[in-house]
């Protein structure tokens, strides 16, 4: 390696390269930092020049410049439009979020972007009000070119969601938007923006809206009440002209469809959209209850309402629901409808004893536990447990206990149960950590305790396995009025796996194979057998 003066070469030209490039980075940072100074320097140039601007106008100029900001807040903003078109309106917090939410829709739009969504509401709460007599006049009116399709459960209906928007256009067009309506196009069922391509079309479901795409399209109550929503084949006309004619009206790079409606049936648009996947799913019941987890949209806690500002406090909720019945107040006002069919255990099957048709006695009373220690979560499962009894083959579900607990609390309401029922000797556990450690803490103290071992099987395959129990009626659960949350323990069944609980299923089907393994003559040894086995269990 060559050098000079005992200098290597090769050293002395990287560290000229070193100082080169440490000399260009900090010329870099000095005209960045300078670019700072000068854009400071713009804005407060631009600030003062703005305010000096300010302080030249006249007092009627800055009142007209006050109203003109006032103006691009209802553009910008739709709660506040909502307010200053709807001056008496009271707007709740449930209000608001409509509001929010119909802004963050339009603005997706207009971004490019195509927003399928279902909104479940309570009856009576503004829902139209807040979006469909009011949203699609904002709508137009920040985008004079754009159109908008409302459509409810027939003409009439829907002609009145397009004249509240129409009146508003009218009242408010000129001033907030610089619009005005039509003088050629100008009625109920469409009416259009003058010197612009945009307007409102409006249509009955059955009606059919060919011929008139939108880039906005909201769908509104298409059942009129819940003799349409319970009839098979309205259901499927509603669901055919959705799909035919409906969804292939939406129009734009943007385009938004917003089906809104209160839930009757879980065969109902918006049932059938769940299930059919892709659309986004809000449901936003009437009344916060225990075991819906945390209010993340509203903030409410348990027992809660949506609206009490307007009357729809606690104290209308339960008499709505005494004059309903669970069943239907759960459909109406919390989104939950009755579920017909079924996944693996079918509606069909399942009969009900009321008070007057319950046994005195039985020959057995069992319970069936289903425990989940742990720590209390929001998405953690409670413990359920079901008292059953028995007479012949037929078995009577008494009683269900659930919550979320953990270990010692469980163990504190086992206690109290078995002191409750001491005619109640077998209690059943599933054999794993849980039932063992529960095994081992109370079967020395009160008995009884039996250890059930699924062997591996999956829990579909435990339920399948008793199904021939509710096929040929062995199986009662008690009517409303001895248990009113019993449809939403029905809902679990009948949509297992295909639902978030499973605890209650559970204790059921190791119950019923607790038995049939202790009076059905369970076969197991022979493949050959098993249709002998399954004869039975059931007739």
């Known amino acids: 390696m060559a050098t000079i003066n005992g200098i290597d070469i090769d050293k002395a030209k990287a560290e000229r390269i070193r100082k080169a490039k440490a000399q260009e980075r900090e010329l870099k940072r000095m005209r960045k930092e300078s670019e700072k100074v000068d854009s400071v320097k713009t804005e407060h140039e631009h600030a003062t020049n703005v305010l000096d601007m300010y302080n030249n106008l006249t007092d009627d100029e800055k009142k007209v410049l006050a109203k003109q900001l006032e103006k691009k807040k209802f553009r910008d903003n739709y709660l506040q439009y909502l307010k200053y078109v709807h001056p008496n309106y009271v707007i709740t917090k449930f209000h608001a979020l409509l509001g929010k939410i119909c802004q963050s829709i339009v603005e997706k739009v207009e971004n490019g972007e195509k927003v399928r969504i279902c909104l479940s509401v309570p009856p009576q709460h503004g829902k139209s009000y807040t979006v469909t007599e009011t949203l699609p006049s904002w709508y137009v009116g920040r985008n004079p070119n754009y159109r908008s399709i409302l459509i409810g459960y027939n003409a009439d209906m829907a002609e009145r969601f397009g004249d509240r928007n129409r009146q508003l256009t009218k009242r408010y067009g000129k001033e907030i938007f610089g619009i005005d309506v039509s003088d050629s196009q100008d009625n109920k069922t469409l009416w259009e923006i003058a010197n612009h391509e945009g307007g409102v079309y409006s249509a009955g479901i059955l009606g059919g ?314 076969i197991d040894t022979d493949s050959r057998f098993s249709q002998f086995a399954k004869a039975i269990r059931g007739f």
């Open 209 to 522: 809206v060919t011929g008139n795409p939108g880039s906005l399209i909201i769908v509104d109550d298409p059942f009129k009440n819940g003799q349409e929503a319970e009839n098979p084949d309205i259901r499927e006309k509603v669901w055919q002209t959705f799909v035919d004619s409906v969804t292939t009206r939406a129009s734009g790079v943007g385009n938004a469809i917003i089906v809104i409606h209160t839930r009757w049936h879980d065969d109902d648009l918006i049932g059938r959209l769940e299930k059919l996947g892709g659309w986004v799913i809000i449901n936003i019941p009437a009344v916060w209850e225990e075991g819906m987890g945390v209010d993340r949209l509203l903030g409410r806690k348990v027992g809660e309402t949506l609206c009490p500002e307007i009357g729809k406090d606690a104290e209308f909720m339960k008499m709505q629901q005494k004059l309903l019945g669970k069943k239907t107040f759960n459909a109406l006002y919390q989104g939950k409808p009755y579920v017909e069919g079924g996944n693996i255990v079918k509606r069909e099957y399942l009969k009900f004893y009321s008070e007057t048709s319950k046994p005195a006695n039985f020959e057995e009373i069992t319970l069936s536990c289903d425990l989940t220690f742990g720590e209390i979560s929001r998405n953690s499962d409670p413990y359920c447990m079901t008292m059953w009894g028995r007479n012949g083959a037929d078995h009577y579900l008494l009683k269900i206990w659930d919550k979320k607990a953990n270990f010692t609390d469980t163990l504190r309401t086992l206690r109290i149960i078995c002191n409750e029922y001491p005619q109640m000797r077998r209690k059943l556990l599933e054999k794993k950590a849980n039932g063992k450690a529960t095994y081992d803490m109370l079967n020395s103290e009160i008995g009884g305790f039996v250890l059930f071992d699924p062997k591996g099987d999956s829990k579909e395959t435990r339920l399948n396995s008793v199904t021939p129990y509710f096929e040929s009626g062995n199986v009662y659960f008690p009517d409303e009025n001895i248990c009113p949350d019993i449809e939403d323990y029905v809902t679990q069944l009948l949509r297992f796996p295909n639902y978030e609980h499973d605890d209650f299923v559970d204790t059921i089907s190791q119950y019923l194979l607790n038995y049939e393994y202790r009076y059905g003559g369970k």
